[in-house]
DNA sequence: CCCGGAACCTGAAGGC
DNA sequence: TGCCTTCAGGTTCCGG
């Protein structure tokens, strides 16, 4: 069995937010060095021309996006999509990098990303752009309910739901297998099928599945790792999640893989089978 | 509006 | 051994 491909999700990129932003807090940015151009939304040129001057504020993250935080107000934000990572020295190890910046106190970032599927973007309105996106599952604004309502208006496969970043922000197809086993959901379960006692499970699982990838800083399965260079152990506590083959930690049934809209979904059969008796509310 | 599929990208892995 | 194809998945765009 093979196992390939882990991205950025949400608890990767908040790992790394939290150890970037004491370092960069009050820098300011003196140059960003665009090695390759093609990452740049918009023109490369306002990418590394207007933020050169600022100050860093905050970093913030939302979804799987990591912003840096300017004192004019405009946000320069970093996605990694699939390989993409950020480091505080120049990588040795696959050494990618798409664009340096130059911070004051000899601080620098290198953006280091093997597929160039990675972006850099400079957002004049933040609010506007950050709308569009689903709730942050980790937030009080995220309640039951919140899922519930969003998920009742669409009949796709719930894996496909939670993978919707204008549904819910920042979830992958790491976190939304495991969330699935946790809350002994089918992948292929349309969305607006789930009763409200699924939902409720389903919610719960997400705030566990991610909580616990935070403390451990993120899983290493592939390309990611922390700015440091070490990996994070997230990996770890994965009960089906690229795990094809292994036993089910709850039944022992040996886990499966199926695609789901062209997306490989780690399940157990028995413990998440398709047709559980519904709790129908009639 | 809702949904499915293609495209983007590159290294790993599998087939012949 | 080596070439060729397929696959991995986050996001956007396009077409039905």
């Known amino acids: 069995m093979s196992y390939t491909a882990c991205m950025p999700e949400l608890p990767e990129v908040e790992t790394i937010r939290r ?40 970093v913030n993250r939302r979804g799987k996006h990591l912003i840096l935080m300017l004192d004019n107000g405009k946000g320069l934000a970093l996605h990694l999509r699939m390989t993409g990572s950020v480091l505080l020295e120049p990588p040795t190890h696959n050494p990618r990098v798409r664009a340096e910046l130059l911070l ?48 009742a208006r669409h009949r796709i496969p719930i894996k496909a739901a939670l993978l919707d970043q204008h549904i819910i922000a920042g979830i992958g197809n790491m976190y939304a297998d495991e969330a699935l086993f946790l809350s002994r959901l089918h992948p292929t379960t349309p969305a607006a099928e789930l009763s409200l006692e699924q939902v409720a499970r389903l919610w719960t ?12 800083q993120g899983a290493s399965i592939d390309t990611y790792v922390l700015p440091s260079g070490e990996r994070g152990t997230a990996y770890d506590c994965f009960n089906v999640a690229h795990k094809k083959g292994a036993p089910c930690p709850r039944c022992g049934t040996p886990l499966e893989r199926l695609m789901v809209r062209k997306r490989g979904a780690y399940y157990c059969p028995v413990c998440q089978r398709p047709d559980k008796p519904q709790n129908s509310e009639a």
């Open 19 to 58: 150890t970037i932003e004491p370092l960069v807090l009050g820098k300011t940015i003196l140059e960003i060095r665009l090695l390759d151009t093609s990452i740049a939304q918009g023109t490369p040129e306002r990418v590394r021309g207007e933020p050169v001057g600022t100050t860093i504020t905050a």
């Open 104 to 151: 004051s106190d000899d601080v620098r970032l290198y953006f280091n990303d093997m597929r160039r599927l990675g972006v850099m973007e400079l957002i004049d309105d933040l609010d506007a752009r950050m709308e569009k996106m689903g709730p942050e599952p980790l937030s009080d604004e995220f309640t039951t309910e919140a899922l519930q309502s969003r998920l």
């Open 205 to 216: 699982a997400l705030r566990e599945v991610l909580t616990l990838a935070i403390a451990n």
